[in-house]
T-cell receptor
Framework: KAGVTQTPRYLIKTRGQQVTLSCSPI?????VSWYQQTPGQGLQFLFE???????NKGNFPGRFSGRQFSNSRSEMNVSTLELGDSALYLC????????????FGQGTRLTVV | GENVEQHPSTLSVQEGDSAVIKCTYS??????FPWYKQELGKGPQLIID?????GEKKDQRIAVTLNKTAKHFSLHITETQPEDSAVYFC????????????FGEGTQLTVNP
């Protein structure tokens, strides 16, 4: 069974640009959550999508958005990039929403210059 | 919102010794507590989890204990091996918050051969 796939693995962007990251969950999983990981703030929840609907949202500005498609694949978008957005962005896949095991992908390393 | 504190931030043990990592949580409504292991350049890997209706769970060399009254839970690794060296994260969530996980700050475990 294939795991969680995130693409691309690495990205370098310039301040002010926008970026789209992709996540393919484990087959059969309908919940996709996104996290930002930085040395200073640790692992912070961005949002969760379940059955194409945003289920929950963390404390991030509106520049961070996401969506989920009918095949459960998810994308997150960051607009007007800032230097502080440099981080490892992780996607987690769960069979259902609420208290179920979450499996992470390898992450996308975003560097904003 | 939920707050999870994790101690210690670094832990160094000799191969064969035991390692214990402790976490406390603030929200009594939290009912699911997973532990993740993250190796360099990889995403977090789920290694064990426990739910609030269970006090202890064991899987080979790894065990987790939960004290709901005191709102703390611990990870115990016995007979440590060099390949156990990694960053370990505890997390907490509650069903009403979907799959949202609140993570501790992480513990860098080093097992010296």
């Amino acid at each position: 069974k294939a795991g969680v796939t995130q693409t691309p693995r690495y990205l370098i962007k310039t301040r002010g640009q926008q970026v789209t990251l992709s996540c393919s969950p484990i087959s059969g999983h309908r919940s996709v959550s996104w996290y930002q990981q930085t040395p200073g703030q640790g692992l912070q929840f961005l949002f969760e999508y379940f059955s194409e609907t945003q289920r929950n949202k963390g404390n991030f500005p509106g520049r961070f958005s996401g969506r989920q498609f009918s095949n459960s694949r998810s994308e997150m978008n960051v607009s007007t990039l800032e230097l502080g957005d440099s981080a490892l962005y992780l996607c987690a896949s769960s069979f259902a929403t609420g208290g179920t095991e979450a499996f992470f992908g390898q992450g996308t390393r975003l560097t904003v210059v | 919102g939920e707050n999870v504190e994790q101690h210690p931030s670094t832990l160094s043990v000799q191969e064969g010794d035991s390692a214990v990592i402790k976490c406390t949580y603030s929200d009594s409504a939290s009912n699911y507590f997973p532990w993740y292991k993250q190796e360099l350049g990889k995403g977090p890997q789920l290694i064990i989890d426990i739910r609030s209706n269970v006090g202890e769970k064991k899987d080979q060399r790894i065990a987790v204990t939960l004290n709901k009254t005191a709102k703390h839970f611990s990870l115990h690794i016995t007979e440590t091996q060099p390949e156990d060296s990694a960053v370990y994260f505890c997390a907490a969530s509650q069903e009403t918050s979907g799959s949202r996980l609140t993570f501790g700050e992480g513990t860098q475990l080093t097992v010296n051969p």
